[in-house]
């Protein structure tokens, strides 16, 4: 698409395209269930992956009367444009420490989760692997790698959450030449990066 980028029309079907199959990906992921059949979240269809692991370093010591601190030293910077670090969170928090669903969304709105190249919407009003949504719609969240790499706007808000990490985890990452490219332009590490080997990596996202 950045090829066309002065082709509108074109750019607007193009991120509708990718909204779409995003939502599709979802849909066909480990993590999705259909409520309306009855179906309910099931860490076990997960259990192999880094999701559950994550979870249950992240749950150590936090009692239910204190879950609401639950992310207070925690960000996520996810190249990806689906939800599913915000599905899996909002629901392992329900199951984990015995919370409604209203409660689990205000605790995911203290966690600070960057997506650079924009995201598909959020949960409330696009549900995790929708069969229906307005796709042309959802494509102004969607944005292409050139749209980033200049940002200063992303820069900062990178720089400020990295900067002040005690410890730096990369899960899953491929090392692309872009998103090389939008970290290189961070001012300030934190302390301890670390990279995770690929038997820790398995994820129950795109197919």
């Known amino acids: ?26 849909k066909g992921s480990k ?22 692991k994550f ?18 030293h925690v960000s996520f910077v996810s190249f990806n444009y689906d939800r599913c670090v915000e599905h899996f969170l909002t629901h392992a928090l329900q ?13 995911m709105s203290m966690l600070r989760i960057i997506h650079p190249y924009g995201v598909i919407g959020d949960l409330d009003s696009v549900p995790f692997g929708a069969t229906r ?4 719609e ?11 790499v200049g940002g200063r706007e992303l820069s900062d808000q990178l720089t400020e959450e990295i900067s002040r990490a005690d410890c730096i ?11 090389m490219q939008i970290l290189s332009r961070i001012t300030q590490w934190g302390r301890s990066p670390y990279s995770a080997p690929p038997s820790e990596c398995r994820t129950p996202t795109l197919k």
């Open 169 to 179: 985890v990369f899960l899953g990452f491929a090392y692309h030449r872009q998103n």
């Open 95 to 107: 199951r984990s420490h015995a919370i409604r669903a209203d409660q689990a969304a205000q605790i």
């Open 133 to 136: 949504a307005n796709y042309i």
């Open 31 to 52: 993590l999705y269930f259909y409520q309306a059949r009855g179906e309910s979240f099931d860490p076990t269809r997960i259990a192999d992956t880094w999701f559950v």
């Open 1 to 26: 698409m950045d090829i066309h980028r002065s082709n509108g029309t074109l750019n607007i079907y193009g991120r509708a395209a990718i909204a779409k199959e995003i939502l599709e990906a979802e």
């Open 55 to 72: 979870m249950h370093i992240l749950s150590r010591g936090i009692i239910r009367e204190n879950v609401s601190q639950i992310f207070q």
């Open 138 to 148: 959802l494509a102004g969240g969607i944005k292409t790698y050139t749209e980033q």
